[in-house]
C-alpha cells in the first residue's frame, strides 16, 4: 500500500508472505504505526501486518510484536514484522490506457480504453490547462477507475488550446479531453485500434516511458538528461589535526548533491543517497529523485525475485550418505525426468499456486460419451472425459481470457494469446509427457477424442516430436484412471492455469428432496495467483463445471 | 476477532517506561543531546562537575574567549579611528572590571542552561561519572556523596583538555594553558604563545589588544595548519603588526624558569642567533588539545578508545558498545561546539530509533581574530591533496563598498567550485565579520547550490554578504565590481 505521511508518500511492503484473509484498513484511513493491515494465511497461521515505525519524533516507537491469529494463539510461524526496507513492489499496476508507440500528429486527445470492463472514471486531478505544452507520455489528469485512481498519459505532443473535461466529472472511453493548437490533421488517435485485449502499463513503466518522452521532447539524449555521476576519488585519508570541516575517524564520502532534507528522507526510506541519480541542475537530488530510485530499486528485486537462480540448479542442502543405512542404487537422471525436474521446479518457484476445487455431476455427460463413442471409434479415437474436457475447456478459455495468457515481468505486460493449444499430460514409461493439441476451440468433440488418441499412442512410442509438445496455453492433467479424490496439479510454466482431473464416482447427490446415485467428477484447478484471482478462478471452474453438467451445450457446437 | 496490538518502545521491557539516558558530560555536545533526548519523551539525567551545564565551551572556552575578543576589537578600533578623525586616549583597562564582565557573561550564559534542564525535567547531578558496567554509573558527586544508577544507554560527551607536551611541564605560575589565559590575571608585559593555531591566535590577540608584547611561534611553515593560505595571509599581515614577533618553522627546545620570568629556547632555520634565548613575563602553551576518553571503568565495557585516543564510533554515534553513545570532542576532529551539538542531536536520535546519521556535507571553521578568518566545505589546500579539479572565483574586499565604509578592506570571499557541474564545494572569507558570513556558505554547500544560485540571489546593499554573491559573479566572469578584461 502507499501511505502519505508528513516527509512523504511510501510505499509500505508487507512484512509477511501469505494470501491476504481481510483487510482490515481503507484507503484514507489515518494508520498509526503497530495497527494491523491486514490478516494472512501463511502455512495455516495468521499473520498481521502492521506498519514499521517511521521515522517520527512523534511516533511512538513500536517495531516488532508478537503476532496473534485471529483466534487468539500465539502465531509460531509468523515472521517478525520488519521490513528491511520500506519500499514494497506495487502489486496492483493499475491498468492504464493504452498508450502511442511514436509521435502522432493528432489534434485531440481522447481517452483511450482504460483496462478490462472499464468504460469510465471520474476525474480526480486535471495536470494541464489551456495555453500548457504537453508531451507524448507526460501525465495529463487522474482518474479514478472501479479498480484504481490511474495517471493518464498523454499519447499526443502540443499545446493545449481547450480543456474539454472537468475535475469532478465521469469521463467515458473515448470522450475527447483536450484538444491542440493549431493542428490540422485528423484525430488518428482516438481511431487507432487498441494493441491488444488490453495493455498494462504499470506505474513505474509509464514513468519512465513519460520521462523518456519528455527528453525526447527537450530534444535531449537521456545521457545528456541524466549525466553519468562524476567518479568519485577515493576518500583522502584524514592526517592533519587542525584540519578542519573533516571528521577523523569516521568514513568520509565526498559531499553529496542533495540538502539535508533529502538526504534524511533517503536514510528513512533505505535509500543509499550515493546511489541516486540527481535530475536537478548539476545533478542535484530532488526528494523526487530519491522516490523514484527507491521505486526502481524496488522494482529490480521484484524482477529479481521473478526470476530465481536457474530452476533447477539450486542449491540444494548437501545428502547425506545413505549407504550408511543400507544398499542402495544410484540411477542416471537424465533426459525427461531431469527436465521435468527443472520445469517443475522452475514452475513452482516462479508461480504463486493456488488450487481451486470443485466437483461436476457428469451422469448426463456419460450419457452423451456413450453416444458419441461409436463415432469416434469409427474415426479411430476413443471418446474419454478429457476429450470432452478439452472441449469444454477450450470454450472455458474463450469466456475467461486471463486464463490463456502469460505474464511478462520484465515489459510488465500480459500476454494474452488468441489461439487456444491445450497440453494433455500423458503418463508414458519415459514419465511425464504433455502432448499439445492445438486449435481446439476450432475442432469438434471426435476430431479432439482421434487427435488425443494419436498423440498419446505417439507419446508412449517415443514418436513424439518436440514441435508437438510446444506452444501450449493452457494443460489438462486427469488422474482418474489411477484414482484420487483431488490433488494439486502444478501450472505448466509459462501458462497461467492447469485443470487437474480425478476419478469419478457415483455419489448420493440430494436432488429434489431425495438422495439420487451420479456420477460426480472431482476438478482442481492450480493457477497462477499473480494474474489470476481467486473469485475469477473460482467463476472460472463452476463454469467449467457446469458446462460438464449441461453437455447438450457441447453437443450442439457438437 | 483480532486485537488491537499494543508494541513495546524498542528495547524496554514495558511500553509505559521510558528510556533512562545518562549523558556524562554536559558542554555543548552533552546537553544538546539531553535537551533533544529530553523533548524526544526519554528520562534524562546530565552529569557533569561544574554548576551548570556548559562543558568547556561555556566556562572556558569558546564563549569567554569571544566575549574578551570583542574587547580587544573595541580597542583596536579606537586606535583605527584616528584614521576617520576620531581620536581616543589610551584606553584605562581596569582588569577586575573586565574579569567580572566576562565571568557575568559565563553565568547568564551557563545559569539560563540551567534553567533549561530544569523546564525539561532533565536531572541534573554535579559530579564525576565513572563505569561499573556498561549500563551502570558510579557518580561521585561535588558534595562528596555517591550514587549508583543504571542507564539504558549512555552519551559521553566528555569533550577534551589542553594537550601538555613533557618539554614544556613547568611548574610555574607564568606558564597557562588556555584556560589560565582566559582567567586574565594579570596584563603581562611579554607573552609567548606557543602554537600558532586558533585558540593561540585569538588570545595571543586579546593579551596584544590588551599591551602585552606577543610572540607567536609554530613550528610549520604557516599560520593556521590546514586552512589555505590565501585566506591566512590578510591575517598574518595583520599580526604581524600587532604582534612583536611570529616566528615560524621554529620549535621551542625548552622553558626555564628565569627569576623573573621563563627563558624560552628556540630551534629553527628562521631563528637568528640573537633571539634563540628570551625571556618572557608569561607562557601560553596551546598546541592543541586531547580527547577524555580515560574515563574510569571504561575498560568494563565494550568501547574502543583509537589511536589517538579518541572514542570510536559509527555515523549513528554508537561506540563499539551498543548500549554506549559518544559524541563532541572526544570523538575526533574537527573538535568545535557546533560540531560536538550536532553529533549530540544526531545521538539522541538515533537512540529513539530514528534512521539519522551524521554526516554534513560541511562542517564550518571560524578563527575570531581580526581579521576573522572562516571556512567550509572543500579547501583549495585539500582539493589540491586530493587532485580534484576545482575552479576558484575570488572576490576581494577591496571592491566591496561596505568593507570600505568599515575602512577595513583586507578581506576576500572565494567560492571552490566544481568545474563540471558548477556546484559550491567549499568557501572561503576573511576579513571583518567573516564568521558570520560563512554560514550563507555552509547552506549553499547543504544544499548543494550552483554558483549561478548564489550569483542570483539578491542580497542587501551594502553589506559583507554581497561579496559572497559577487564572488559568484566573478566565477562567471561577470561581477560588477570587479572587472577582469578577457583573454584571448
Ligand atoms: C579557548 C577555546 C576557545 C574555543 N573557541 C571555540 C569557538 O569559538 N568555536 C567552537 O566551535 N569551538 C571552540 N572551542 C572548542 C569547544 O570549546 C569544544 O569543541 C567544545 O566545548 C566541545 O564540546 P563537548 O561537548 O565535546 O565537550 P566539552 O565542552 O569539553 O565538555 C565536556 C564536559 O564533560 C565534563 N566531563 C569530563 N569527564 C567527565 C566525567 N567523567 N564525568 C562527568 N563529567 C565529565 C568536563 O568537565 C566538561 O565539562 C574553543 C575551545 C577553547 C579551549
Redesign the pocket.
Known amino acids: 500500500m502507499e501511505l502519505e505521511t508528513d516527509k512523504a508518500v511510501v510505499e509500505v511492503p508487507s512484512s509477511v508472505s501469505g494470501t491476504i484473509k481481510e483487510i482490515l484498513v481503507k484507503e484514507g484511513d489515518k494508520i498509526k504505526v503497530g495497527q494491523v493491515i491486514f490478516t494472512a494465511d501463511n502455512n495455516g497461521a495468521a499473520a498481521v501486518a502492521e506498519p514499521a515505525r517511521k521515522a517520527e519524533p512523534s511516533s511512538k516507537g513500536a517495531t516488532a510484536t508478537p503476532v496473534q491469529s485471529p483466534s487468539g494463539e500465539r502465531a509460531a510461524a509468523a515472521t517478525k514484522l520488519q521490513p528491511s526496507s520500506p519500499v514494497a513492489p506495487t502489486s496492483q499496476s493499475a491498468p492504464q490506457p493504452t498508450r502511442a508507440t511514436g509521435p502522432v500528429a493528432a489534434s485531440e486527445f481522447r481517452l483511450q480504453e482504460l483496462g478490462e470492463n472499464i468504460s469510465e472514471g471520474e476525474l480526480v486531478r486535471l495536470m494541464i490547462a489551456p495555453g500548457v505544452k504537453v508531451s507524448e507520455g507526460q501525465p495529463v489528469m487522474e482518474l479514478e477507475t472501479e479498480k484504481a485512481v490511474v495517471e493518464v498519459p498523454s499519447s499526443v505532443s502540443g499545446v493545449v488550446n481547450e480543456v474539454k473535461v472537468k475535475e469532478g466529472e465521469k469521463i467515458k472511453v473515448g470522450q475527447v479531453i483536450f484538444t491542440l493548437q493549431g493542428s490540422a490533421s485528423s484525430p488518428t488517435e482516438a481511431v487507432r485500434p487498441a494493441r491488444g485485449p488490453v495493455e498494462h502499463v504499470s506505474g513505474q513503466h509509464g514513468a519512465r516511458l513519460a520521462f523518456q518522452a519528455a527528453i525526447r521532447a527537450e530534444g535531449k539524449t537521456e545521457e545528456q538528461a541524466l549525466p553519468p555521476d562524476q567518479p568519485r576519488p577515493h576518500p583522502a585519508a584524514f592526517s592533519m589535526p587542525a584540519q578542519l570541516g573533516k571528521v577523523a575517524g569516521t568514513e568520509h564520502r565526498e559531499a553529496v548533491p542533495a540538502a539535508p532534507h533529502t538526504r534524511r528522507l533517503a536514510r528513512e526510506i533505505g535509500v543509499d543517497v550515493y546511489e541516486v541519480k540527481g535530475t536537478g541542475p548539476g545533478g542535484r537530488i530532488s526528494e523526487d529523485d530519491v522516490k523514484a530510485h527507491a521505486k526502481a530499486l524496488v522494482t529490480a528485486v521484484a524482477a529479481a525475485a521473478q526470476a530465481p537462480p536457474r530452476a533447477g540448479h539450486f542449491i540444494e542442502p548437501k545428502l547425506p550418505d545413505f549407504a550408511k543405512w543400507g544398499k542402495i542404487e544410484r540411477v542416471s537422471m537424465r533426459g525427461v525426468r531431469r527436465k521435468t525436474a527443472e520445469h517443475l521446479a522452475e514452475s513452482w518457484n516462479t508461480i504463486p499456486h493456488v488450487t481451486q476445487q470443485d466437483r461436476a455431476d457428469i451422469t448426463e455427460l456419460e450419457q452423451l460419451r456413450a453416444r458419441f463413442a461409436p463415432k469416434a471409434e469409427q474415426a479411430g479415437g476413443k471418446m474419454t472425459v478429457t476429450a470432452i474436457a478439452l472441449k469444454v475447456c477450450a470454450a472455458a478459455l474463450k469466456v475467461f481470457p486471463q486464463f490463456n495468457a502469460t505474464i511478462d515481468m520484465e515489459e510488465e505486460e500480459i500476454i494474452y494469446k488468441q489461439y487456444i493449444h491445450i497440453g494433455v499430460a500423458a503418463d508414458t514409461d519415459r514419465g511425464l509427457l504433455v502432448p499439445v493439441i492445438r486449435d481446439v476451440d476450432k475442432k469438434n468433440i471426435v476430431e479432439l477424442a482421434v487427435e488425443l488418441s494419436q498423440l498419446s499412442q505417439k507419446a508412449r512410442d517415443k514418436k513424439i516430436t518436440l514441435a508437438e509438445m510446444e506452444g501450449g496455453t493452457f494443460t489438462i492433467t486427469n488422474l482418474g484412471g489411477i484414482g484420487g479424490t483431488g490433488f494439486t496439479p502444478i501450472v505448466n510454466h509459462p501458462e497461467v492455469a492447469i485443470l487437474g482431473l480425478s476419478r469419478s464416482r457415483t455419489e448420493p447427490e440430494w436432488i429434489a428432496g431425495k438422495f439420487e446415485p451420479r456420477l460426480i467428477l472431482p476438478l482442481s484447478l492450480s493457477y497462477d495467483h499473480r494474474l489470476i484471482d481467486g473469485a475469477d478462478a473460482a467463476r472460472f471452474l463452476r463454469w467449467v463445471a457446469e458446462a460438464f453438467e449441461q453437455p447438450f451445450l457441447l453437443s450442439v457446437q457438437g | 476477532m483480532n486485537e488491537t496490538l499494543i508494541t513495546p518502545l524498542d528495547g524496554t521491557p514495558e511500553d509505559a517506561e521510558k528510556l533512562r539516558i545518562a549523558v ?9 543531546a539531553a535537551f533533544l533526548a529530553a523533548d524526544l519523551d526519554m528520562q534524562v539525567t546530565l ?4 554548576a551548570n551545564p ?9 564563549i ?3 566575549a574578551l575578543l570583542h574587547v580587544a576589537k573595541l580597542i583596536e578600533e579606537s586606535q583605527q579611528s584616528k584614521n576617520w578623525g576620531i581620536e581616543f586616549p589610551p584606553p584605562k583597562i581596569d582588569l577586575a572590571r573586565l574579569r567580572t564582565w566576562k565571568e557575568s557573561v559565563v553565568k547568564k550564559l551557563t545559569g539560563g542552561l540551567g534553567q533549561l534542564s530544569k523546564q525539561r525535567h532533565v536531572e541534573y547531578i554535579q ?4 563505569f561499573d558496567n556498561s549500563t551502570t554509573l558510579r ?1 561521585s558527586k561535588t558534595d562528596n556523596s555517591e550514587v549508583v544508577l543504571s542507564f539504558d544507554r549512555i552519551i559521553l ?6 594537550a601538555i607536551v613533557p618539554v614544556f611541564k613547568l611548574d610555574s605560575p607564568r606558564l597557562m594553558d ?2 589560565g ?2 582567567n586574565l590575571e594579570d596584563i603581562p608585559g611579554s607573552l609567548l604563545v606557543v602554537g600558532g593555531g ?2 593561540g591566535l ?2 595571543g590577540s586579546v593579551y596584544a589588544a590588551l599591551g602585552t608584547r606577543v610572540t607567536v611561534v609554530e613550528m610549520l611553515p604557516g599560520l593556521l595548519p590546514g586552512a589555505d593560505r590565501d585566506l591566512v595571509l590578510p591575517l598574518h599581515k595583520r599580526l604581524e603588526k600587532m604582534f612583536a614577533a611570529i616566528l615560524l618553522n621554529t620549535t621551542v627546545a625548552s622553558l626555564k624558569e628565569d627569576g623573573g620570568g621563563i627563558r624560552a629556547t628556540f630551534e629553527g632555520t628562521a631563528v637568528q642567533e640573537k633571539d634563540r634565548e628570551q625571556t618572557f613575563d608569561r607562557v601560553l602553551v ?1 598546541v592543541g ?1 586531547k580527547p ?1 576518553s580515560e ?2 571503568g571504561l575498560h568494563t565495557t565494550q568501547v574502543h578508545v583509537g589511536p589517538r585516543g579518541f572514542i570510536e564510533v559509527n555515523k549513528q554515534l554508537q561506540t563499539a558498545d551498543p548500549a554506549i553513545y559518544a ?4 570523538v575526533g576532529e ?8 550536532h553529533e ?1 542531536r544526531v545521538a539522541a536520535e538515533a537512540i529513539a530509533g530514528h534512521k539519522v546519521a551524521f554526516e554534513p556535507n560541511a562542517i564550518p571553521a ?1 578563527v ?1 581574530t581580526d581579521p576573522e578568518v572562516a571556512w567550509c566545505g572543500l579547501t583549495e589546500t585539500q582539493a589540491e591533496k586530493e587532485k580534484r579539479e576545482i575552479k576558484v572565483a575570488k572576490f576581494p574586499w577591496g571592491a566591496s563598498g561596505r568593507a570600505v565604509t568599515l575602512d577595513r578592506p583586507d578581506g576576500m570571499t572565494k567560492l571552490i567550485v566544481d568545474p563540471h557541474t558548477e556546484r559550491v564545494l567549499g568557501v572561503g572569507i576573511v576579513g571583518a565579520g567573516a564568521g558570520e558570513l560563512i554560514a550563507e556558505g555552509v547552506l549553499a554547500i547543504e544544499m548543494a547550490a550552483l554558483a549561478s544560485d548564489i550569483a542570483m540571489t539578491i542580497h542587501p546593499h551594502p553589506t559583507l554578504s554581497e561579496t559572497v554573491m559577487e564572488s559568484a559573479e566573478v566565477f562567471f566572469g561577470t561581477s560588477t565590481h570587479v572587472f577582469r578584461p578577457k583573454h584571448g
Do not use: Q, W
Open positions: 556524562v558530560g554536559g558542554g555543548p555536545g552533552g546537553y544538546a552529569i557533569d562537575p561544574e556548559g562543558g568547556v565551551c561555556l566556562y572556558r572556552g569558546c569567554p574567549s569571544k559530579g564525576r561519572a565513572a557518580i560527551a566528555t569533550g577534551s583538555r589542553p588556555s584556560t589565559a582566559l586558533y585558540i585569538e588570545l596551546s588539545r577524555n574515563i574510569p559524541i563532541g570532542d572526544v574537527p573538535m568545535l561546539a557546533h560540531k560536538a551539538s549530540g571560524v575570531f
